[in-house]
């Protein structure tokens, strides 16, 4: 149990005039119930007001031990509505601090109210939320713990929150920001530019550290005039010299304090953002990811090789989301079976397909993503979803069938909560799946599954290792697909046999073995000539391509790590002068027919011997 020691301060003390004269000057009636009433404690669209809509996200949050202490600074003109205001709601009426000020008078600036606060209420030595009470924003779409988390993960510096505006909104009415996308830093904070082509804009919702208090301080001892002692100016003055840290929200955050009547009319009627694309009647967003073939140069991809992959629209696994009161994954009747008609029949079961249903996917998929967005400082909202899946891609025999289930969790988690490609950049989305599946399940894995499942289609790949290391990623190249070859798949209908063996190709690897390293460089040659070969619709070289990828492979790997029926396939395709190689892992091969009479004559053998042949369809989505 953690004792909490973070404070948190409302400022709802700024003087201007603008909205309550409008209101006061309307002669239609509609707002009389509004003269006086303090901006903070204007009703939003659900009647709450704006203030409510903060209490009861930082009162969430005290209930789980984020702040020892909530405090209101306002000015001497509103101070006995926010008083009337704390004891109707339970807020400490102790709390609610009066600056002084009055329209006669001027404010005495944001950052000067803030540090009331601290000075006043022996605040000195506690890590310290500030947040503007006159902010507008939808309490179904914001998390205030993820705020905190994020700044717990970077506590070498403060954090200031940020969004990005939309296509009205003017640079000259906020703070903009630049955030380094790595690090997460802000680079540059410019206080109201008349332009910028930066469209992050800081908002005040700022966690400082306990450390920077005294450098708060200094800055307003610095500058006496009360239109220099606002949170922008300070932000200019101190990101150049202090780690400052950048978290995005996932929505509008409006500032009521200088609009309008009718901006507040417009801003309290706007509809709230929603999820892109994929929304059913029902309320249900579905995402479907395709299977994939390796073309060429696989398994190189985990050894800083290069890859040719196809997304196939035979096989598919599709995720489905929807808002719910808690957080569900319902489980699949045929891949998560609880139930069993016996011992034996549960034997049977997990003999044939192990442990390895898609819940505990979906379940690890939600647990990275969290940590992703609270590492990485997106904020994402408060709400629950139900997730369930449904798959056709068979199993165990290395079509990638996991990573569909994750990618395609992914897609719906990214869609549910706003998260755009921006946020996770979409060479960056296969890191992610890799993270789910090798780094909390411990499924032996590459990212090309992964590259080929986010982009579709058909993707060239580079895993160099100078590249990989500077760029956390590969180089990720979109073939056309428009003349492509007719591939075909055999797969093993029971896959018991599709390669199990040991082999020790990976520590020879690791350890320098150059027969290792040079084969793997010679996947990569294979790539890099088949790709040329797919520009001039060379057919028979690809085949021949082909040939020479499972060639290497099966010399690398031997007979008993490739498995006797992955051997029979090939041998088949090899008897009727086409070519194969593995699709994936092992328990199915990729083929093509370099005359294609020979294809029929070669699906009837494979089927004679108990595999499942297949046409593929090229899944052209992306173009």
Not at 89 to 117: C, K, M, Q
Not at 593 to 621: S, T, W
């Amino acid at each position: 149990f953690c004792i909490a020691t973070m404070k948190c301060v409302i400022l709802v003390a700024g003087l201007d005039q603008r909205l309550e004269d409008e209101v006061k000057a309307d002669t239609t009636g509609k707002y009389e119930h509004l003269c006086g009433v303090p901006k903070a404690l204007l009703p939003t669209a659900d009647k709450a007001t704006l203030l409510d809509n903060w209490w009861d996200a930082i009162r969430w949050a005290q209930t789980r031990n984020q702040f020892s202490g909530v405090y209101l600074v306002t000015n001497a003109e509103k101070f006995k509505h926010y008083e009337r205001w704390a004891t109707a709601t339970g807020f400490p009426r102790e709390n609610v601090i009066n600056d002084g000020t009055t329209g006669s008078t001027g404010g005495i600036g944001s950052l000067a109210d803030l540090w009331l606060a601290l000075s006043s209420r022996n605040m000195l030595d506690s890590d310290v939320m500030v947040v503007s009470g006159d902010m507008l924003f939808n309490p179904k779409r914001f998390d205030i713990m993820g705020v905190c988390s994020f700044f717990n993960a970077h506590k070498d510096g403060d954090v200031a929150c940020y969004y990005e505006m939309g296509d009205q909104e003017k640079s000259s009415n906020r703070g903009i920001v630049r955030v380094d996308p790595s690090t997460k830093r802000i680079t540059e904070f410019v206080e109201k530019p008349e332009a910028s082509d930066s469209r992050l804009a800081s908002i005040v919702f700022y966690i400082f550290r306990k450390e920077t208090l005294p450098v708060l301080k200094d800055f307003l001892d610095k500058h006496e005039e009360a239109d220099q002692r606002h949170f922008g100016n300070f932000f200019e003055h101190f990101v150049p010299k202090s780690p400052v840290y950048g978290m995005k929200l996932p929505d509008h955050f409006d500032l009521i304090g200088s609009v309008g009547l009718d901006e507040y009319e417009a801003i309290l009627h706007r509809e709230p953002s929603q999820p892109k694309s994929g929304i059913s009647d029902n309320g249900r967003m579905l995402c479907r990811t395709y299977a994939r073939v390796g073309v060429l140069g696989n398994p190189s991809d985990g050894f800083n090789g290069k890859t040719i992959s196809l997304s196939i629209k035979n096989f598919w696994a599709e995720v489905s989301i929807e808002e719910s009161d808690k957080i569900v994954l319902i489980r699949h009747p045929l891949n998560d079976p609880t139930t069993f008609g016996s011992l034996a029949d549960l034997h049977s079961v997990s003999v044939h397909e192990q442990y390895m249903g898609g819940l505990r996917l979906m379940q690890a998929t939600c647990k990275k993503f969290h940590e992703y967005c609270s590492g990485q400082g997106i904020a994402i909202a408060r709400k629950n979803f139900t997730l369930r899946y449904d798959t056709n891609i068979p199993r165990q025999v290395g079509l990638a069938g996991s990573s569909a289930i994750v990618t395609s969790t992914m897609k719906c988690l990214m869609s549910f909560f706003s998260v755009s490609d921006t946020d996770i950049p979409k060479n960056k989305q296969p890191n992610f799946v890799l993270s789910v599946e090798q780094g909390e399940l411990g499924i032996n894995a590459g990212l090309q599954d992964r590259v080929i499942q986010v982009y579709g289609g058909l993707v060239y790949m580079d895993f160099d290792k100078t590249v990989m290391d500077r760029d956390g990623c590969g180089i990720y190249e979109p073939l056309p697909t428009t003349e492509l070859p007719q591939f075909w798949l055999s797969y093993l209908a029971d896959p018991s046999d599709s390669g199990k063996a040991h082999n020790d190709v990976r520590k020879r690897f690791d350890t320098g073995d150059e027969e290792v390293r040079e084969g793997m460089r010679g996947f990569a040659n294979i790539t890099d000539r088949g790709k040329a070969a797919l520009a001039a619709q060379d057919i028979g070289v690809l085949a021949d391509l082909m040939d020479e990828n499972f060639a290497l492979r099966r010399k690398l790997y031997t007979d008993a790590a490739l498995g006797k029926a992955n051997l029979q396939m090939a041998a088949i395709a090899a008897k009727h002068k086409a070519a194969a190689k593995f699709s994936g892992s092992g328990g199915a091969v990729v083929g093509l027919c370099r005359d294609p009479a020979q294809l029929p004559p070669l699906r009837d053998e494979m089927r004679a011997k108990g595999f499942v042949f297949v046409k593929l369809i090229p899944n052209r989505d992306n173009e």
